[in-house]
């Protein structure tokens, strides 16, 4: 089974899983870290409650805000197990992307795909409309 984290600092993974609620509905399969947030706990301790639910046969895909931020650092320093793909820089396509991927697709293939896919929804739309404007003048 795919899983999902998605580990963000403050609360921008809650604001992002609840987008993918909306378009996709809730999914028990996805799990949320918002590091800083919770008063007590470390980032250390949430991080092990989800990979104790992880097991060996399961992949765990885990969605980070910042390559080299703290999230991400203290993630590497857990989860470097061959189930476990920790993707930084996340964005609301590429999740999509990666969540509807066809299980029988190798998950490291969906993941290069979507990657590639949230690449191209990057757009500076400005730009993209001047340059329309120009090619009607």
């Known amino acids: 089974m ?6 963000t600092h403050g609360t921008f993974a809650g604001g992002i899983k609840s987008s993918v609620d909306l378009i ?3 999914s028990e399969n ?3 870290i918002q590091a800083y947030t ?3 706990k470390s980032l250390q301790e949430e991080i092990m409650e989800v990979l104790n639910q992880v097991q060996s046969k399961d992949e765990l895909i885990v969605f980070t805000d910042l390559m080299g931020g703290s999230i991400t650092n203290q993630i590497l320093q ?3 197990k061959e189930n476990v793909f920790i993707i930084a820089g996340i964005n609301l396509p590429l999740l999509l992307d990666i969540m509807l991927a066809d299980p029988e ?3 490291l293939e969906a993941i290069e795909t979507g990657i590639e896919n949230a690449k191209e929804q990057i757009v500076f739309v400005n730009k993209l409309i ?3 404007k ?3 003048d």
């Open 78 to 80: 857990h989860a470097m």
């Open 24 to 26: 996709l509905g809730e």
């Open 38 to 40: 919770e008063g007590n």
């Open 30 to 32: 996805v799990f949320l």
């Open 105 to 107: 697709i190798p998950i």
């Open 2 to 7: 795919r899983k999902f984290l998605i580990a």
């Open 130 to 132: 001047n340059s329309s």
């Open 134 to 136: 120009e090619d009607y």
